[in-house]
């Protein structure tokens, strides 16, 4: 199976994605605390920081490796701001799906808009990717809002597909492809 590279990818102005490092613990700990990423996230709970430096050092790592997922913390102005993860990857069918959040004090400045249409259409590009897919609690609509403005196409609705700590919920599915690429946003 293919494999992803550690890479850093520039997404406008001082954003940038890249690998997460044992110094992003204390930001992801905070962050992964707030109330907002947890409506929508069935996140372990509690969060511990011997969780969040395995994400930091190692699961990530091996995601990445093994070719099964690419993780990536997005900085701006070198500062955590989030993550954006390309998961359920298909190499034969050149497909994935992503996920994304932002921490507390990095929304509402359209920095995820620019992180996923950057990520999407690098991934599109660069490493001839098919298809990108999001899927989406339709009561989450910051994160449907940043699909819009990131490019993606509304497809339709999966019901009872996914899951937060509150029960099951129906997915809106969003998607990006190669010719969405020519269309202005």
Known sequence: MPQFDDVTVQAGGQLTLSSFTIDDVPALLDAVADDEIRRWLPLPDPYTRALAESWCTSITR???????????????????????????????????????????????????PTAVNTRSTWMIRELRFERIELRIAPDNQKSIRVAQKAGFTAEGIARNAGFTDTGRVDLAIFSRIRTDLARPM
């Open 62 to 112: 091996e995601l990445r490796d093994s070719g099964r997922g690419l993780v990536l913390a997005i900085r701006d102005r070198g500062e955590f701001a989030g993550c954006i993860d390309a998961k359920r990857v298909d190499w034969r069918a050149m497909s994935a799906e992503f996920g994304y959040w932002s921490a507390a004090g990095h929304r509402g400045r359209g920095l995820m």
